[in-house]
């Protein structure tokens, strides 16, 4: 499975985005999917993940804000970003995630990374 992630770009703050990440190969509706960010001189880190049920999960950063979401029509994944600030502004990420849920906040539980976006929030 390849994922693709687009949709970046350069807002405001307190403004918002849609993110999309793409998927080709693979069983789509099968795939736990997540999101990450890495800001420059970060680490990455979790946002967010959607379940095959759709079950969602988000980093406390973020919560209330972004909003994940997925279709599987489409293969595609969605985050929803919303009142961004700019220390939302970090490339963003989507990949599969191979563990059990409990685990789905681990960056290494996943693989098949995309190229990431990038999201640059000015203040």
């Known amino acids: 499975v390849q994922l693709q992630a687009c949709g970046g770009g350069l807002v405001q703050a307190g403004g918002f985005l849609r993110l999309s990440c793409a998927a080709s190969?693979?069983?789509?509706?099968?795939?736990?999917v997540g999101w990450f960010r890495q800001a420059p001189g970060k680490e990455r880190e979790f946002v967010a993940a959607?379940?095959?049920?759709?079950?969602?999960d988000y980093a406390d950063s973020v919560k209330g804000r972004f909003t994940i979401s997925r279709d599987n029509a489409k293969k595609s994944v969605y985050l929803q970003m919303s009142r961004l600030s700019p220390e939302d502004t970090a490339v963003y990420y989507c990949?599969?995630?191979?563990?059990?849920?409990?685990?789905?906040?681990?960056?290494?539980?996943?693989?098949?990374w995309g190229q990431g976006t990038l999201v640059t929030v000015s203040s």
């Open positions: 190969g693979g069983t789509f509706n099968r795939l736990t």
């Open positions: 959607i379940s095959r049920s759709s079950s969602a």
């Open positions: 990949a599969r995630q191979k563990g059990s849920w409990h685990m789905v906040t681990r960056r290494n539980t996943y693989d098949f």
